[in-house]
């Protein structure tokens, strides 16, 4: 298994709002239920999307007018890759109108053990460039390359978004097959 993640900052935005003060609304306004990919606390709101969109930077960095439109995966053979991004929506700003964001980032395989594992990495550091409240890309994606030698099974992709100014951390976990 390979896996990197990006360290360019991606405060970019959805042109719609997709978190109210309570939790995550869909399209339509109507309230979401959590789930372990998706949730929220406090007023501040994270998830994590496993999708197999080699071309996801693409599809994201849009025109604020267009909505991205990503596939999700939930499998991967040998030799296939997925991708696995983090969002966010409110984060607590600072006095200099910044948030500060770290995630923990863990990766296991199908046996328990850890694969990857990173700790308190600033994933969203910066200054907003539109309304907290909409959604936005942290700089901590995941590429999973499936490759010969790893076993096959369920992966977790296990990724705490800690918003250090709020005070709140949100685990969330991601499963994808190996087959």
């Not at 896996?3 to 003060?21: E, Q, S």
């Not at 025109?63 to 939930?74: I, K, V």
């Not at 995941?142 to 990724?159: C, S």
């Amino acid at each position: 298994m390979r896996w990197t993640y990006a360290l360019a900052m991606m405060a970019l935005m959805l042109p719609l709002t997709t978190f109210a003060g309570d939790g995550w609304i869909d399209g339509d306004g109507k309230a979401v239920p959590q789930t372990d990919a998706m949730k929220s606390k406090d007023g501040f709101a994270a998830s994590l999307l496993v999708t197999s969109d080699a071309d996801w930077r693409a599809k994201w960095e849009t025109p604020a007018d267009t909505t991205p439109n990503f596939t999700e995966a939930s499998d991967v053979q040998l030799g296939g890759e997925l991708f696995v991004l983090t969002f966010l929506s409110n984060p607590q700003l600072g006095e200099d109108g910044a948030a500060k964001v770290h995630c923990d980032v863990r990766m296991l395989r199908p046996d328990g053990s850890t694969s990857a594992d990173e700790r308190d990495v600033p994933c969203f550091t910066a200054r907003l460039p539109g309304p907290p409240t909409l959604l936005y890309m942290t700089n901590v994606q995941l590429k999973f390359v499936a490759e010969p030698g790893d076993p096959k099974g369920t992966w977790t992709a296990q990724v705490v978004v800690k918003d250090l100014l709020r005070g709140v951390g949100l685990p969330l976990q991601a499963r994808f097959e190996v087959r």
